[in-house]
């Protein structure tokens, strides 16, 4: 068995993560999801209301995927820690661990990343605006792992979560996951007095 892993601080879930989801769901047999907390930014939201997030962000992907499933407890700050969980649980799979192409030079520096890429294939998805340092890949097949990158034509949309986190812009996530932030008043730009 063949499965994708999708971590993510979702901070919120973007319709960026939704279309990555949705791709990896016609090239995975299972796409286990999961959010946490990145040791290397500050999470304006808390982490149980980004999973809350993500569980409508999955529930809305059309047509409904079975394969994709969320895995709170897969969370862990450090992705070798949930790499352990996953392959105490699915014992037989064969992992592929889904990053974006901005962290494929912030990679070299996670923790126990040795083990990390002894364990796991990698798939790194383009983001616009991001180039793919082909140094950078030769890296990381050096410590052991294979590399592959997704085509551009998985066709995600250029959104970023900080683009609603810093400016409000709803366009870049669904109705659900907007109401869901407008209920829990959850990002500072919602929340700051009128002028």
Same mark, same amino acid.
């Given at each position: 068995? %063949?499965?994708?892993?999708? !971590?993510?601080?979702?901070? &919120?879930?973007?319709? !960026? $993560?939704?279309?990555?989801?949705?791709?990896?769901? #016609? $090239?995975?047999? +299972?796409?286990?999801?999961?959010?946490?907390? %990145?040791?290397?930014?500050? $999470?304006?939201? &808390?982490?149980?209301?980004?999973?809350?997030?993500?569980?409508?962000?999955?529930?809305?992907? #059309?047509?409904?995927?079975?394969?994709?499933?969320? $895995?709170?407890?897969? =969370?862990?700050?450090?992705?070798?820690?949930?790499?352990?969980?996953? #392959?105490?649980?699915?014992? /037989?799979? @064969?992992?592929?661990?889904?990053?974006? =192409?901005?962290?494929?030079?912030?990679?070299?520096?996670? *923790?126990?990343?040795?083990?990390?890429? =002894?364990?796991? #294939?990698?798939?790194?998805?383009?983001?616009?605006?991001?180039?793919?340092?082909?140094?950078?890949?030769?890296?990381?097949?050096?410590?052991?792992? /294979?590399?592959?990158?997704?085509?551009? @034509?998985?066709?995600?949309?250029?959104?970023?979560?900080?683009?609603? +986190? %810093?400016?409000?812009?709803?366009?870049?996530?669904?109705?659900?996951?907007?109401? *869901?932030?407008? +209920? /829990?008043?959850? *990002?500072?730009?919602?929340?700051?007095?009128?002028?």
């Amino acid at each position: 068995m %063949n499965i994708a892993l999708f !971590g993510t601080s979702a901070d &919120p879930p973007s319709i !960026g $993560h939704q279309q990555i989801l949705l791709w990896l769901s #016609k $090239h995975y047999d +299972r796409v286990l999801v999961w959010v946490s907390d %990145n040791p290397f930014k500050n $999470h304006q939201a &808390p982490l149980n209301d980004r999973i809350n997030m993500m569980e409508l962000t999955i529930a809305a992907i #059309k047509p409904h995927a079975r394969t994709i499933t969320l $895995h709170p407890e897969l =969370s862990d700050p450090r992705t070798i820690n949930t790499v352990t969980k996953a #392959k105490q649980i699915w014992q /037989e799979a @064969s992992f592929t661990l889904v990053i974006g =192409s901005d962290l494929v030079p912030q990679l070299p520096t996670w *923790y126990r990343v040795q083990d990390l890429l =002894s364990q796991v #294939k990698l798939l790194v998805v383009p983001r616009q605006g991001v180039t793919i340092a082909e140094a950078d890949i030769d890296s990381l097949v050096r410590m052991g792992t /294979e590399v592959a990158i997704a085509p551009d @034509s998985t066709s995600i949309p250029n959104v970023s979560s900080s683009d609603y +986190r %810093n400016n409000g812009n709803s366009s870049v996530i669904i109705p659900t996951v907007a109401a *869901y932030i407008q +209920r /829990e008043s959850l *990002y500072a730009w919602q929340t700051s007095p009128a002028p």
